[in-house]
DNA sequence: GTCACTATTGTGGTCTGACCACAGTAGCAC
DNA sequence: GTGCTACTGTGGTCAGACCACAATAGTGAC
């Protein structure tokens, strides 16, 4: 009963199951070791690996060999404690960290669906480091723009030359629910970057999906004081909405040139107009752009 | 002496100090409620913030609001235990949090050196994020190749139009280094990641180098196991020997174009080839390569 | 037998207190 | 001055005790 930890074979990989699955690095350190003497610059001599690395290794070891999988349960801190001979206060830190990090979900009480459950949330864990690297001036809000700019123009890029054509009903819903003209600010810039995002989950390309929230979400608070410094929040709302049509309507058309450069002049031009600083450079010459379509500056995509 | 936060300026953003920084969300959630809402999809009513939250937004307004920057130190544990009425687990909890993610380094002893310090080095968290949830499947390995394709692209695009022209020499330290005839698979792949990073840190966006760090790091041991796959190693470093070169030649010459198909090619040949399976479209097409300069497939862009 | 209530059990969440190793620093003996 | 020693404050860890919570087993009334 307090074993949950199943027998489950390990997932097969997207080209199919590898054979051995290295258990440790070649070098013996154990990958949490390395981060931490990345981090620390030093040896760390004679001091044993910390208790809640010690934890941390053996799910992340679980993980690797498909022991556990999305789904299963963890063993419970107890059994952990015991089974690994470290306190309970140890465990909880590891476990902590996975919480964080979106990789489980903890419930209190009974039952099948309480304790700690691996899941694959790498949204949360994405947003939180993001969050916090801004915070520390780590990332420079102008390196996260520029980032915006590369992914989601090669992101506007593939939708449109995808086959079959994606399905972008998701984004259509955020972009109705941005005409909305009671709209506050805050709003509809939770609508703006849920359109946005939605562009990337339609992509399926889950790395890009989570980087870009976290990217998102990491100057949030930059764009909602940003509203406040804009002469005109209502008529940058309308040039938004205008230039969200006309990336849709460029992806749907399959005229990848003007996809990637309508997003392209959108998200620079908005951080120019926002922070009225030199828009970063992201990439020198936009994708696909070397012969450049001429984008319809008006409403001529709408609808 | 227990009162290590100073009452340092705000440091100043890129584009200039903002006036007002907002403190918290309009919606009154602090955003570790919010990463946690959205990854419980629930409401947790009648709960309070977990103990370790409050920790985590207490440290994050300090970080925001410029209080604490990197290099400062963080009030010590029972300090905080005293300051936010919470148990030392709880604020140790978070604290562990801030580490693995990057933000702090923590010492034991005494002096000025000791306790924990702010640092803002996001590789590691980043790492560790994309690790693990390659490791539970959340992110399949042919995303994290198809964003490396896009980003390394961007990248090399940026190097060989940047002006003035940046700074090659570590990248070329470790081109160097792969030359070692001796060198055994794990150490030149060491080296050939270190390449592509410090084409990334070249091009000085501190977003892109941690991503792109933590991509590498996430399919490590899959591109260790892979070397064992091909039926000849050595005629493949060779290549990629050939191959760095020429993307080094290909920036050095300020041609964008070329600088962006051959890594493009690069990386896509070398996933295809280790792994046998049809390359992950990255972006349908190659950024800057509307008018594809035939890349020198041999050894014209020798030294 | 069926139902409703209650006690039990097992989970994470938290706090408290106690050690330990460690690294500076102050104090003292010389 | 010099060198040793004790002290102090730091994080690291463990053990134990509660609590809230949720599912379940058990118990009783009907």
Do not use: C
Request: charged fraction near 15%.
């Amino acid at each position: 009963m307090t074993n949950h930890v199943g027998t489950a074979e390990p997932h097969a990989w997207q080209t199919g199951p590898l054979p051995a699955y290295p258990q440790a690095d070649q070098t013996g350190l154990h990958a949490w070791q390395t981060v931490q003497a990345l981090q620390n610059g030093e040896n760390n001599p004679g001091a044993g690996p910390r208790a809640w690395q010690t934890v941390l290794d053996y799910i992340e070891s679980l993980l690797q060999r498909g022991t556990l999988a999305p789904g299963d349960r963890l063993p419970g801190e107890r059994a952990l404690v015991a089974q690994l001979g470290v306190g309970r206060s140890s465990v909880r830190e590891a476990l902590r960290v996975l919480d964080v990090l979106g990789l489980i979900h903890t419930r209190s009480g009974s039952g099948p669906s309480s304790g700690a459950t691996i899941v694959a949330a790498p949204r949360g864990g994405m947003s939180a480091l993001m969050r916090l690297h801004v915070a520390v001036n780590g990332f420079p809000v102008a390196d996260i723009v520029r980032t915006r700019l590369i992914l989601e123009t090669a992101v506007a890029i593939d939708l449109a030359g995808a086959t079959p054509a994606p399905t972008l009903d998701r984004a259509v819903a955020h972009l109705e629910a941005m005409d909305d003209p009671a709209l506050r600010a805050a709003e509809f810039l939770e609508h703006d970057a849920a359109f946005h995002l939605a562009l990337a989950e339609a992509s399926g390309n889950q790395v890009i999906t989570a980087t870009m929230a976290g990217l998102r979400s990491s100057i949030e608070n930059y764009a909602l004081v940003g509203t406040t410094r804009l002469p005109d929040w209502s008529a940058t709302a309308s040039r938004l909405r205008v230039e969200h049509r006309g990336i849709l309507a460029a992806i749907t058309a399959r005229d990848t040139s003007a996809a990637g450069s309508l997003i392209h002049q959108h998200i620079s031009n908005y951080y120019k107009e926002t922070f009225g600083a030199t828009p970063p450079s992201g990439s020198p010459a936009h994708p696909g752009a070397t012969t450049p379509t001429t984008p319809p500056p008006g409403d001529t995509a709408h609808g």
